[in-house]
């Protein structure tokens, strides 16, 4: 996830040793029990690390979510292999309190899944020996932790072969995983990019694909006129290349921070969020680009971060929410 802050990694062999102290780990595996993703979904990312926005439990995280996208697995030693490990930073006293939340927002009829990537991430899947490691880790923890799926959120490059083969993969061993994509603006101008390559070629089951729409120089929109990031513009329009592209309209969502603090550059008031999304669903509050058709069935909204929301009150989600799930 491109942001201006910098995320601290702390957690050690010590810190491992003082988080188990705190409370017994779980060795058996955790079962995800996560309801299916509503037709309209706000997608928020939990930071499990502590760079200045409001440290929050899942526990906390508001009900306008219904993704929740913990961030984020580490790369291991093994090409492709990912694994998590909870920051201490967080509050946690065991593992076994952070599953137990798990459940219980499953329970409230909301997806948890872990995010593969951001700023720093270093994963790369680029063979069938690093696809196969990908995929096992990641079904790995979905067992251990009951993680409803995955996000992919490398901004490193993705080689859309093996990134597939890999999803698949997951897919072939969880059929019912929910998989969601935070691609940056420049790798969905085109079909022929790898990101795209991947969301289409998992799109018979691909959840959303919610590109980010900020830290972004200015973009072609579906019309091939240019547009600067941090209007209504902006959103509809990139959108509208996903829409034309092949993605179905119930995988497309719009990616923005929850607040100015949450990205470099590219924040907007949430009432444009509203109006991009009035403007895809219903041709309605539009701005000088309007989509020659409507889609009433774009998925929604996603945010970095929930913590960033937080530390504003949780404006964001409380505008937002509302106005996703009220979509036609």
């Known amino acids: 996830m491109a942001r201006a802050h910098i995320r601290k990694r702390l957690l050690g062999v010590a810190a491992v ?3 188990a102290a705190g409370g017994p780990l779980s060795t058996g595996s955790a079962d995800a029990a996560g ?11 939990w930071q499990n690390f502590d760079n200045g926005a409001t440290v929050q439990k899942l526990r906390d995280v508001p009900d306008d979510y219904d993704i929740i996208a913990v961030a984020f697995a580490d790369a291991t030693g093994t090409p492709g292999g990912v694994d998590f490990r909870l920051d201490p930073a967080v509050g946690y006293t065991s593992e076994q309190q952070f599953k137990d939340d798990i459940k219980a927002k499953q329970a409230a009829g909301k997806s948890v899944i872990i995010s593969v990537g951001g700023q720093n991430g ?8 690093s696809a196969d490691a990908f995929a096992a880790s990641i079904t790995g923890l979905m067992d251990e932790y009951g993680f409803d799926g995955v996000d992919i959120d490398l901004e490193n490059g993705v080689n859309s072969t093996y990134m597939a083969k890999a999803l698949k993969a997951v897919h072939d061993e969880k059929s019912d995983v929910v998989v969601t994509m935070a691609p940056q603006t420049i790798d969905m101008q085109s079909t022929s990019t790898e990101y795209f390559k991947t969301a289409l070629a998992i799109k018979d089951f691909l959840t959303v694909v919610n590109m980010q729409y900020y830290n972004s120089g200015s ?5 091939g006129k240019v547009y600067a990031q941090g209007s209504v513009d902006f959103l509809t329009s990139l959108a509208c290349v ?12 719009i990616g923005v921070p929850a ?5 470099g550059s590219g924040y907007v008031e949430p009432s444009v969020v509203g109006a991009a999304l009035d403007c895809l669903a219903k041709g309605t509050g539009c701005g000088s680009f309007k989509p020659a058709k409507t889609y009433p069935g774009i998925r929604g909204a ?8 937080a ?3 949780n404006a964001w989600s409380k505008a937002v929410g509302p106005h996703v799930h009220g979509l036609p």
Do not use: I
């Open 17 to 19: 040793a003082a988080l």
């Open 219 to 223: 973009m072609n929109g579906c019309d």
């Open 242 to 253: 996903q829409l034309e592209g092949g993605l179905d309209p119930s995988q497309v969502g």
């Open 122 to 129: 270093t994963v790369s899947v680029a063979d069938d020996a």
């Open 302 to 309: 996603m945010t970095w971060s929930t913590n960033w929301d």
């Open 311 to 313: 530390a504003a009150g």
């Open 35 to 45: 309801a299916a993703v509503p037709a309209h979904a706000v997608t928020g990312y």
């Open 259 to 263: 607040s100015p603090k949450g990205a």
